[in-house]
């Protein structure tokens, strides 16, 4: 099989990248530690990787967005790439074609193109991971929005802040410096922050969610608060969109109970009724991001 185009899932702990050849499959893997505070250092290795391929494009997933209009990058957790114009200078470096997307957007793509989203022209693809995030495809292409920002579900208070009386609702402080995101909450971590906030002794996600499996009163309180807050924020999102599936990745998107009861609870909120499931894991797993890179255009 011939190659056609070379991937990399770039998150601030590690470059995973591929090869993907004519058939779509993912062939010479390799995975290195991501360069985060040394610009020379990224770059060669990315020059590295890419050496044995002097002739193909490159494109990459990133745990950041890309101004359209500038192409200047914005990734808080990979800084010595943060603010640069990334696209141009990895081509002016390697010599290649790049493309350029966030990582959410790519697992969307992956899923829309390759996965469970297939046949699907409006697809918003979640991630509920060690954060929460988002992509939304319109006939195979990545819908962007103002400075390349959109799908980002995740952020935007959603939960009223009350000072006064801070357990009125689990309204905990986010990572972008609001109050209420879905992101404190939806993720993971927001599963163990609801937990604590219930007042039970610290669990990870996924006790919580094999305890609530095993019929623990404990872990059903918290999944039931999960359940609610986050499927009135994607009950929200579907309205918005006209969305006819969604898939999810992540960590969360493994407890198969879980998503099949979030599937239940969006759609008894939504507008428009269907008789197939919304809210579906994705299928790809690891291969999502760097599949639907290479349906970049």
């Known amino acids: 099989m011939q190659p056609r185009v070379l991937c990399a899932d770039i998150g601030g702990s590690f470059i995973d990248f591929a090869v993907l050849d004519n058939t779509n499959s993912v ?3 390799n995975k290195i530690p991501t360069p985060t505070h040394n610009a020379d250092s990224f770059l060669q ?17 990133m745990a950041g967005t890309q101004e359209p209009k500038t192409g200047r990058l914005l990734a808080a957790n990979i800084p010595c790439m943060d603010g640069t114009l990334f696209s141009a200078l990895l081509g002016r470096h390697l010599q290649r074609p790049i493309r350029v997307a966030n990582d959410a957007d790519c697992f969307a793509m992956g899923e829309a193109h390759f996965g469970a989203a297939r046949g699907h022209d409006n697809v918003f693809g979640i991630i509920l991971g060690t954060g929460v995030g988002g992509g939304l495809i319109w006939k195979g292409q990545v819908i962007l929005g103002g400075g390349g920002v959109s799908g980002e579900w995740g952020h935007g208070p959603i939960i009223p802040h009350f000072p006064d009386t801070p357990k009125a609702t689990p309204c905990f402080q986010c990572g972008c ?11 993971a971590r927001g599963l163990e922050r609801l937990h604590a906030w219930h007042g039970f002794p610290p669990r990870d996600s996924r006790a919580i969610v094999q305890a609530w499996e095993n019929g623990d009163s404990n872990a059903a ?12 924020a994607l009950a929200l999102v579907v309205n918005t969109t006209g969305s006819t599936i969604v898939p999810v990745g992540g960590g969360l998107s493994n407890a198969q109970r879980l998503i099949h009861e979030l599937d239940l609870s969006v759609q008894r909120r939504i507008l428009r009724q269907q008789n197939t499931p919304l809210i579906i894991p994705g299928i790809l797993g690891q291969d999502a991001a760097l599949l639907g890179a290479s349906a970049l255009s």
């Open 27 to 29: 062939i010479n893997r």
């Open 221 to 232: 309180d918290t999944i039931n608060t999960y359940i609610d807050y986050t499927s009135a």
């Open 45 to 61: 290795a990315l020059i590295e990787l890419t050496a044995l391929y002097p002739k193909l494009p490159l494109h990459i997933a």
């Open 177 to 187: 410096g609001q109050w209420g995101c879905l992101d404190t909450f939806g993720s």
